[in-house]
């Protein structure tokens, strides 16, 4: 069975910190995707970025970043200068690869409610 | 239109009400659902419909049934709910296979009186 662990459950920071979100991830396929969303207050998940199982490229995306360890099952995501903006809850979420027919099945984490104060 | 459109965003209920969440997608994808998030719990899959068939029911009580007439619309019929069905209900579409990511709607907080 599919597991997404963020062991922290809550974060906060003062504004320009850098802060990191663990993602910590059990799946017995050799192909796989992860995710990161946000979730700010008004309710929307947000999508930001998908990792293939078979890429351990790491991303930046203008302050944000992703480092993905296979070794390690881990896909940690990086707020480099945070910001009052960055505060939501983040969830980081799994899916099999190459299914077709049944949907895309998400197993996500229980998130990480990061507060970026002034 | 943006992406993913849910009404109403909040509805208030008694338990012996009939309502119905709708949620409508405009991202020409083919695969719909339904979860329910609760305070201090993880995201829960209800449902999962693929090219308008449902594929997924994951345990949920029959007093929520799930309709999809078509690739764009998306209904949740509820039915004499309990407190503890009070809730955010997000909708979400992707398309079909594993590395699409979903796209998902801001949702209807449901309070069950």
């Known amino acids: 069975a599919q597991k997404v662990t963020q062991a922290q459950t809550e974060i906060s920071v003062v504004e320009k910190e850098d802060v990191t979100l663990d993602c910590v991830y059990e799946t017995r396929d050799t192909t796989y995707y992860l995710f990161w969303y946000k979730q700010p207050p008004s309710g929307e998940l947000v999508f930001l970025i998908r990792?293939?199982?078979?890429?351990?490229q790491n991303e930046i995306s203008g302050r944000y970043s992703w480092n993905f360890q296979k070794s390690t099952s881990s896909f940690n995501f990086t707020i480099t200068a945070s910001q009052v903006v960055d505060s939501a809850v983040y969830f980081c979420?799994?899916?099999?690869?190459?299914?077709?027919?049944?949907?895309?099945?998400?197993?996500f984490g229980t998130g990480t409610q990061l507060k970026v104060e002034l | 239109e943006t992406g993913v459109t849910q009404t109403p965003r909040h509805l208030v209920m008694g338990m012996t009400n009939k309502k119905s969440l709708k949620c409508e997608q405009h991202l020409g994808h083919n695969a719909m659902y339904w979860y329910k998030q609760s305070a201090k719990k993880p995201l829960e899959l209800m449902f999962v419909y693929s090219l308008e068939e449902r594929v997924e029911n994951n345990s949920v009580p029959s007093r929520f049934s799930p309709e999809c007439p078509n690739s764009s619309h998306l209904f949740l019929h509820l039915h004499t709910l309990q407190p503890e069905d009070s809730a955010l209900y997000l909708c979400?579409?992707?398309?079909?296979?594993?590395?699409?990511?979903?796209?998902f709607g801001d949702g209807t907080r449901l309070s069950i009186l």
């Open positions: 979420a799994l899916s099999e690869g190459g299914l077709t027919g049944g949907g895309n099945k998400l197993t």
């Open positions: 990792r293939n199982s078979f890429d351990e």
């Open positions: 979400a579409s992707s398309q079909e296979g594993g590395r699409q990511p979903q796209h």
